[in-house]
């Protein structure tokens, strides 16, 4: 039973209490899913492709997670948005606590399921693509 | 911004007349309560009446009170304490004891000691008949946590100090969040050890008390100069254990009851909340503890929020913790992870007052909504 919300920056509580990017998305080109199986959360992005430049005209997320991942999930779709596949594919954990001017140290994997959840949703995509 | 403090079972704000019952002990009665001369027994009149103030709060002798720096060094001191004072290695204990029973369970494990960890039912109640058919002969103690801090569920300490007394084992409660909230009569209850402490109760941290049985040896963990009858040495903490007195003496009924109501209240007015669930039982509860799992929201979000609203909570959400680790007390009345990781546990103090309660009640029900609407389970 622990209070740890004066560990998180400002950059953090800003995404977190005012995420630009939450909510579910009518009629997403692609729903990319992950759980963190190590704390429970749940994150889905959802996608708008603009089939011809294949940039990434739309984006929102879902997640079920604590403050840092909330965070995270905000940042990563930041980052995502306007970007081509191809240059979304290379936002990482990295870039996501770069955004997020870092997070405490247990909570480092909530950027990673930012990553992995939107290397899902174009890997999907890509897969839907091809078939 | 003005704080509410919901957060009590954690600690609690020192009242004003503790720190003024204090304050001569730091600059005027400074003295070593072990020394012959006026200003050292000075000192020693404010220990001993301390501790004649405790002991008559549990309706023990004065001499079966050590003081000692909190609830962690008393759960320590007993378990080590009799341990090594005995050929008996058996020690019983349940799966919602505090870390500092656990890791010293854990611990004394290694030095050989075998440990039983009782099961709860869903309320987090303890069934005697458990603690009766665990006990052999080569059980030593039977140690339980009488208010649970995580979910306030009281335990039935009559019925297992009989069991204990009529087996003769030892039996210890730790009473650090029922202390002055749910009597304890050492006599009626059969009880030979009890953990007390000094911040759950409006008194200074870093003191707290264990009750020792007369004539029940125990070895000390802290050796030293002879203080607390050779049981815990260091010179000791007066200004702390003044306090400590102060604040079980202004003690008032009528303020638990007014914290019982406001409790009632938020509980069944966060129960109207769609998909939430109480945690811990509806009866023998502390009356100042509140458990809620909030479905599919996590706890450490919605704490998140109530933070930024100026309101301190905690949450049994294992994203909360040091370790990543869901908590062990709502895991053993049967939670999921995922349920465990949905709860906010709110704990009120005397100093809570009907609008904070109205304002608290105002803002969750936004939280909810806003945190459900951002999550992906519906």
């Known amino acids: 039973m622990q209070n740890k919300f004066e560990q998180y920056n400002k950059e953090v509580m800003k995404h977190f209490l005012k995420p630009k990017y939450s909510g579910k998305m009518k009629n997403p080109d692609v ?3 992950i759980k963190n199986n190590m704390c429970g959360d749940i994150m ?88 | 911004m003005k704080q509410i403090y919901l957060d009590n079972a954690s600690t609690t704000k020192v009242d004003t007349k503790v720190v003024e019952a204090m304050i001569p002990y730091f600059s005027e009665k400074y003295g070593n309560a072990s020394s012959q001369h006026l200003i050292g027994q000075e000192a020693k009149r404010g220990l001993e009446e301390s501790r004649h103030t405790i002991a008559k709060s549990i309706k023990a002798k004065d001499d079966e009170i050590i003081f000692t720096s909190g609830g962690t060094e008393s759960n320590n001191l007993v378990l080590k304490g009799l341990f090594f004072a005995n050929e008996k290695k058996h020690i019983i204990t349940t799966k919602i004891e505090h870390d500092s029973i656990l890791n010293t369970c854990k611990w004394l494990e290694k030095q050989g000691a075998k440990i039983t960890y009782l099961d709860v039912d869903k309320g987090g109640f303890v069934n005697p008949e458990d603690v009766e058919n665990a006990i052999g002969s080569e059980t030593l103690v039977v140690s339980i946590i009488h208010g649970n801090n995580e979910l306030g569920t009281i335990q039935n ?10 087996k003769e084992v030892y039996f210890h409660i730790d009473a650090c969040q029922s202390y002055t909230k749910v009597p304890i009569n050492v006599g ?60 079980v003496k202004i003690i008032k009924n009528s303020n638990l009851k007014k ?73 053993a009345i049967g939670l999921s992870d995922l349920e465990a990781n949905t709860s906010i546990r709110l704990s009120l103090s005397k100093f809570n007052n009907e609008e904070e309660i109205d304002y608290v009640l105002k803002v969750l029900p936004k939280i909810v909504k806003k945190l459900r609407r951002m999550s992906p389970i519906k």
């Open chain 2, 259 to 331: 914290i019982n109501e406001l409790r009632d209240k938020l509980i069944n007015e966060i129960l109207k909340i769609p998909n939430t669930k109480l945690n811990g039982p509806k009866d023998n509860r502390l009356c100042n503890n509140i458990n809620i799992s909030f479905g599919n929201i996590e706890g450490e979000a919605i704490g998140g929020y109530l933070d930024a609203y100026g309101i301190c909570s905690s949450t049994g959400s294992a994203c909360s913790s040091h370790t990543m680790e869901t908590s062990h007390v709502l895991k």
């Open chain 1, 31 to 33: 729903i990319g899913r």
């Open chain 2, 188 to 247: 009626k209850q059969d009880l030979d050890f009890v953990t007390l402490n000094s911040h759950k109760i409006h008194g200074p941290k870093g003191v707290g008390a264990l009750y020792i049985k007369k004539g029940i040896k125990i070895n000390p963990i802290l050796h030293g100069g002879g203080h607390e009858f050779s049981l815990r040495g260091g010179t000791e903490n007066i200004s702390g254990i003044v306090g400590f007195a102060k604040a």
């Open chain 2, 157 to 166: 300490i009559e019925k297992i100090g009989e069991i204990c007394r009529a």
């Open chain 1, 44 to 131: 889905e992005v959802y996608l708008k492709i603009d089939k011809k430049t294949n940039k990434i005209k739309d984006i929102k997320f879902q997640t079920m997670g604590c403050a840092a991942a909330i965070a995270s999930s905000d940042v990563l779709c930041e980052l995502a948005k306007g970007k081509t596949l191809q240059k979304a594919k290379k936002i990482d954990k990295k870039k996501i606590l770069e955004k997020l001017r870092g997070l405490p140290s247990i909570k480092m994997h909530c950027s990673v399921l930012g990553e992995k959840t939107l290397k899902k949703a174009i890997e999907e995509y890509e897969k839907k693509i091809i078939s």
